[in-house]
């Protein structure tokens, strides 16, 4: 019997790895054309959503796949050694899907019914007011990942709840409809992801569409609908909602390393001397080196969430230190694959190029900020509190 159960999660598993790489494969076909329109082609989407990449998350009580952190931390990896912009939105609308797992059934089963896509952002800019048993919504938000081909976004507020003495972090979820999108994406990288503004003007909410994230954060677990095997449940929000961030630079740097690696070996040097019988060969291997402690680092990550116990140790920050020392890693490994092939890896659309500037801006979320995640971790060891998502 176990046996039996081992083998279908392999062959599942072996089917979400073949859709991942259709989706890299895809992206990596078309990365010129997203650079320039600011967003993958619908292509993409249509083959993270036939390859069901998007609902890699959400409970398997709703008969979707379920998977452990370690198996997503391939299939997030897969896509991203093809295209880091495909392998953001993988990432996020999975991740985004985990958001139902944390409303009450009936806005859960609300948004799982209707079947699309969810886009979120976590900066409380909104402004949020009571109306009967709902709440009214107004603000304008920005960085709102893959917000194009969403059909929901769920929009984060400040506000105090009937319940609670202190304001909380809370979330709301709108259908697309009800929002305006502003088309202002344009940046150094990441630009397949779409990250365009959303303005909301005095929406109306209902009340089934509140996700309470500090109290998920806090407590590890939802309203209703307790599932003990849920791989997201039992553990701090942010910390767990984060995950993939590092998932998707590890898929980036691998592919840098392959392509150092090719370019050494067919490179001459001024002078006529072979690249590969150079010092590059030991910049391959302390860039592959870094790679490994990087790997290293998110498999600590994974292994704390499984092992994490609410209520004792608060981890936040360490979790954070970790997340920004695994970019950091990445993001100095980019650096140095660029600087040491030179000036033929820097024209407009070489993989180098596009990668490179794609890690970079990976690197620049708020959730991987090196010196605040540093310093946060530092902290939390001498028994300061400290405030961090994640």
């Not at 019997?1 to 076909?29: H, R, Y």
């Not at 398997?60 to 998977?67: A, C, F």
Request: glycine share 8%; proline share 3%.
């Amino acid at each position: 019997m176990v046996s039996n159960l081992l083998d279908e999660n392999k062959a599942e598993l072996s089917l979400l790895l073949k859709g991942a790489e259709k989706v890299g494969k895809i992206a990596e076909s078309e990365a010129l054309e997203a650079d320039k329109n600011k967003t993958v082609s619908k292509n993409v989407i249509d083959a993270i959503k036939e390859a069901r990449l998007s609902k890699l998350l959400l409970p398997k009580k709703y008969g979707e796949p379920q998977v452990d952190l370690r198996d997503y931390s391939k299939i997030i990896r897969t896509v991203g050694k093809y295209n880091i912009s495909a392998a953001w939105l993988t990432f996020l609308y999975s991740i985004h899907n985990s958001l139902v797992a944390y409303m009450t059934k009936e806005g859960a089963e609300e948004v799982i019914n209707q079947g699309g896509l969810i886009a979120d952002i976590f900066a409380p800019i909104g402004k949020v007011e009571k109306d009967g048993e709902g709440y009214r919504i107004t603000g304008k938000y920005s960085f709102v990942s893959g917000i194009l081909y969403s059909d929901w976004v769920a929009l984060a507020v400040k506000m105090k709840l009937d319940h609670s003495e202190e304001p909380e972090l809370c979330m709301l979820t709108l259908p697309i409809s009800d929002v305006q999108i502003i088309e202002n994406w344009d940046t150094l990288g990441l630009r397949g992801t779409g990250s365009n503004e959303v303005f909301v003007d005095n929406v109306y909410v209902p009340k089934h569409h509140l996700i309470r994230l500090t109290a998920a954060d806090r407590t590890g677990r939802p309203p209703e609908g307790y599932d003990e095997d849920y791989p997201l449940y039992d553990v701090p929000f942010f910390s767990s909602f984060c995950i993939g961030f590092p998932m998707v630079a590890l898929g980036g740097a691998e592919r840098l390393l392959e392509e150092f690696k090719n370019r050494t070996e067919k490179r001459v040097r001024l002078g006529g001397k072979s690249a590969k019988e150079s010092r590059h060969q030991g910049v391959l291997a302390e860039l592959t080196i870094k790679y490994y402690e990087a790997e290293g680092l998110l498999d600590k990550y994974i292994s704390l969430l499984e092992n994490y116990e609410m209520g004792k140790e608060d981890k936040r920050g360490e979790f954070a230190a970790i997340r920004a020392k695994i970019t950091k890693n990445v993001s100095d490994i980019a650096v140095k694959v660029l600087l040491t092939l030179g000036g033929f890896s820097v024209f407009k659309g070489d993989p180098i190029e596009m990668f490179v500037r794609d890690i970079l801006v990976v690197c620049t979320h708020r959730s991987n900020l090196y010196e605040d995640a540093v310093e946060a971790f530092g902290k939390t060891q001498f028994g300061f509190d400290v405030s961090i998502n994640g």
